[in-house]
């Protein structure tokens, strides 16, 4: 089984100031990593996601995780947030399997608010 | 193009009643998801279906639960005798790709009163 864990259930953070989303993962098998983001009044939208290769991945707006599977963290970054940012951020895995669809073991999220 | 799609938005029934929640995922997705989320929690795994057969149920809490998929695309989540503890945001995704990216829905609150 999987687990993932979100120690941050609230990071306020000043505007243009850099940000780092922790998230930390256990698993006896290799798995996919993904971070989903949502925003006030919305539902789930997928940011970036790790699958194989180049353990950074980046998300077409500026935000960025790295995967380290010694530590088994898939921390988020951004180096400058704006208003448009505040959301919940869910961090989540699945393991890899033949048929490539699997259930999504999700953390329990992260609040980000943009203090203007 | 149209994304996953979640009726009702909203669903107030009284405890002990029967609720059906829909799923309609994006045209051409063979997998189909169901979680929950509760407040302050991030989404729980249900069930999942692969084409018309659910390939995992191993999320759903108790035989109150069902949900079916019978012709491969719409689904079906049903819950019987209803508890104020289902009280929760269910929501929906479909999946194409072997990359298990999945496309959640709105999601259906339900409120047992």
């Known amino acids: 089984a999987q687990s993932v864990t979100q120690l941050d259930s609230q990071v306020p953070v000043f505007e243009e100031a850099p940000v780092e989303l922790r998230c930390n993962y256990s698993?006896?098998?290799?798995?996919?990593l993904f971070w989903y983001v949502q925003y006030p009044n919305q539902g789930l939208q997928l940011l970036l996601k790790y699958l194989s290769g180049s353990t950074l991945v980046e998300s077409i707006n500026g935000f960025e995780a790295e995967f380290n599977k010694s530590q088994t963290s898939f921390h988020l970054r951004k180096p400058s947030v704006h208003i448009s940012d505040t959301a919940e951020y869910f961090c989540a895995v699945s393991r890899i399997s033949n048929f490539g669809n699997e259930k999504l073991t999700f953390g329990t999220g992260t609040r980000l608010t943009i203090i203007p | 193009g149209a994304g996953v799609s979640q009726t009702p938005s909203n669903k107030v029934t009284e405890k002990g009643k029967y609720v059906e929640l829909r799923c309609d995922p994006i045209s051409g997705h063979t997998a189909l998801y169901w979680y929950r989320q509760s407040l302050g929690q991030g989404p729980e795994f249900l069930i999942y279906?692969?084409?018309?057969?659910?390939?995992?149920d191993s999320g759903l809490p108790n035989d109150r639960f069902f949900a079916v998929r019978p012709e491969g695309s719409v689904s079906t989540l049903k819950i019987q005798r209803t508890e104020r503890g289902d009280s929760a945001v269910y929501l929906c995704a479909s999946s194409r790709s072997r990359d298990n990216e999945q496309f959640f829905g709105p999601g259906t609150r339900l409120t047992v009163l």
């Open positions: 279906f692969q084409g018309t057969g659910a390939a995992d």
């Open positions: 698993s006896s098998v290799s798995v996919y």
